[in-house]
């Protein structure tokens, strides 16, 4: 076995699929590390902004909190019912694509792509956070660890679905119990001490009021607390990763998911207020996150602490694995109507869409350096492209029941407009709130990818119609090509292409381009080696046609040739055979000139429908 093997898995055949397929228990660490990881840094991106009010902000962000449960709750059961309606993956493109039209379709798939490559910015980033909270020291390191740890997610990922939710099965299962145990007796101390606990290491200490609250301020912080909401809608588009009962499934893994990151935004919420915890300067010395404070004023600084951050860390960087897990599919689903290149549609050896992981690594990785790895500078573009996606799929949804009609189908449209309106002025307030801070850019990014998919569409949709044909063989016009063979000197690789020219045609053209002031030569090779000898077998003898080239110019005098002998036979098919050395090793392809590989190339460029180049390899 390889190491590259060891790294990602051997190859899995077809036939294998179905053992690839996962239940609820590895469907939380695949699907739900996006949306359970936020309550890391959804509830920190809100008290970021209530800093200016000091200790009097803290009181706001239980209310606040509560408005967003109340916004997931009915974002909730509209995808329980997307994923009735859609059992083979309803992800909001699929959803818009069908019901609302191509337009409304690209619209969600360029918000979807954006909000998946954020996701696994975001999540990554906000893990290193984590991990300088508790070792301040690494802080200048923050990029070198943030690139790493998505370099480490690419290889787990590699390996397929079923192995990744096994090795996310520990860390995830370790946060959810630590985190659980953190708010357990973190409410047990408040509801004990009449609310009024004592904290075992003291928060950073709150400024008394420096501002007023007003109600700009109060929107901006329900926008920055709403990217707590992003990742709820992996499950429905990925239904085909669940074994059967795969709706089922499907919809039991997002109950689990959205319970718990309930449970997640209430609790940290309220202890965050009853033990006076607010958000700290990120780009500061001594920065410490809202977790970090949390399990320190509950569980003190002891292991316990260092294995919850460390639980944290894992959650928070492998919820970029939600990214890995939905980007594929998304991709593969455009690229199935022709919108992104086909190349996204092919599976790999494990049975992964890999070009849509490549692309996927690849822009997070360019985020990561663009923005330096730090979380905050990363929210404010986060929560459009999910918001933007919530929406339209959920009023997607209500055209569908609408269509479909049937038993309970007013009840569900209620169910999807609600959602949709919610989500909608969700958008609007998220789009305003956060534009100034980089909202525009992803407002410039979703035109652009949407501009970019229909000219891919345009371009395939042309070659459909130019190579498309519905009728028999043509059988006229089928004469023998004019066969041209470039011509250095006389070697077996030469020889090669000059025995398979003359069995494609008695009209055959050997071209010497006289670069070196060799024709005499050149000429006396030909008669003693090439035109004696097919003459005394009574075969057509290739015509040799030599170029003068002062100026020691090979190629350009070349395809000048061919070109012309195309003009001057409208009638017929100019095959050009190119004969080539094959050598073992890449690097011996150093030692040898490539005007073979410029030759073809150029004809490719400059060539037309009846030029045909052939390869005649000679192997060393």
Not at 398 to 424: D, L, S, Y
Not at 572 to 586: D, G, N, S, T
Not at 599 to 608: Q, S
Request: charged share 15%.
């Amino acid at each position: 076995m390889s190491l590259f093997d060891v790294l990602v898995g051997k190859p899995l055949a077809t036939t294998e699929e179905r053992a690839e397929h996962i239940g609820p228990i590895a469907g939380i660490p695949v699907f739900g590390l996006d949306a359970l990881s936020s309550a890391a840094y959804g509830p920190e991106a809100a008290l970021a902004l209530l800093i200016p009010l000091g200790l009097a902000g803290i009181q706001h962000i239980v209310p606040i909190s509560i408005a967003i449960i109340g916004l997931l709750v009915v974002v909730f059961f509209s995808y329980r019912q997307t994923i009735d309606a859609y059992p083979h993956g309803g992800g909001s493109y699929t959803v818009a694509s069908e019901n609302l039209g191509e337009t409304a379709g690209l619209l969600a798939a360029a918000a979807l792509m954006i909000d998946y490559i954020l996701n696994a910015a975001v999540g990554i980033s906000a893990g290193v956070g984590a991990l300088i909270s508790a070792f301040p020291k690494l802080q200048p390191h923050s990029l070198a660890l943030c690139l790493a740890i998505l370099l480490l997610l690419t290889v787990i990922n590699m390996r397929g679905v079923k192995d990744t939710g096994a090795a996310f099965l520990l860390p995830t299962y370790l946060f959810l119990g630590t985190l659980l145990l953190v708010l357990a007796v973190g409410a047990v101390r408040v509801i004990a001490s009449g609310g009024h606990p004592t904290p075992i290491v003291m928060p950073p200490k709150l400024p008394a009021t420096a501002s007023l609250l007003s109600i700009w301020l109060l929107l901006k912080v329900f926008a920055s607390g709403c990217t707590a909401m992003t990742g709820v809608e992996a499950v429905s588009n990925g239904v085909m990763a669940f074994r059967e009962p795969k709706q089922k499934n499907a919809k039991r893994t997002l109950t689990i998911i959205i319970l718990l990151l309930i449970v997640f935004l209430a609790g940290i919420a309220l202890l965050c207020k009853f033990y006076g915890i607010g958000a700290t300067d990120p780009t500061g010395a001594g920065y410490q996150s809202v977790l970090s404070q949390l399990v320190s004023a509950v569980m003190g600084r002891g292991w316990f602490y260092y294995l919850t951050i460390a639980s944290i860390l894992a959650v928070l960087a492998l919820s970029a694995n939600t990214s890995y897990a939905d980007f594929p599919r998304l991709t593969r689903a455009i690229a199935q109507r022709d919108y992104l290149p086909h190349v996204f549609q092919i599976r790999g050896r494990r049975l992964l869409y890999s070009h849509g992981i490549y692309a996927l690594v690849g822009l997070t990785a360019f985020l990561l350096i663009i923005f330096g790895g730090v979380t905050d500078r990363l929210i404010p573009l986060f929560a459009i492209g999910a918001f933007l996606a919530f929406t339209l799929s959920q009023a997607g949804m209500v055209v569908h029941w609408k269509r479909v009609g049937g038993k309970g189908a007013r009840q569900r449209m209620i169910i999807n407009g609600v959602g949709a309106v919610a989500t909608g002025v969700t958008l609007i307030v998220v789009l305003i709130a956060k534009f100034t801070e980089g909202a525009w850019i992803t407002a410039i990014l979703v035109p652009a990818l949407m501009i970019t998919m229909i000219a891919v569409k345009r371009h395939y949709d042309r070659v459909a119609r130019e190579v498309g044909v519905d009728r028999p063989i043509r059988m006229d016009n089928l004469a023998q090509p004019f066969v041209i063979v470039p011509l250095h000197r006389w070697t077996r690789i030469t020889e090669k292409g000059l025995r398979f020219a003359m069995k494609l045609s008695d009209q055959v053209q050997a071209v010497h381009v006289d670069a070196e002031e060799c024709c005499d030569e050149v000429k006396e090779m030909w008669q003693r080696n090439v035109a004696g000898p097919v003459s005394k077998s009574g075969k057509a003898v290739p015509e040799l046609v030599s170029l003068p080239s002062p100026f020691r110019y090979v190629l350009g005098p070349l395809v000048e040739h061919i070109l012309k002998v195309e003009r001057d036979h409208p009638e017929r098919q100019i095959a050009v055979l190119v004969p080539e050395l094959v050598v073992k090793h890449w690097w011996q392809n150093l030692l040898h000139n490539q005007r073979a590989q410029l030759l073809k190339l150029i004809l490719l460029v400059r060539g037309n429908q009846r030029i045909i180049v052939i390869n005649i390899p000679w192997y060393l």
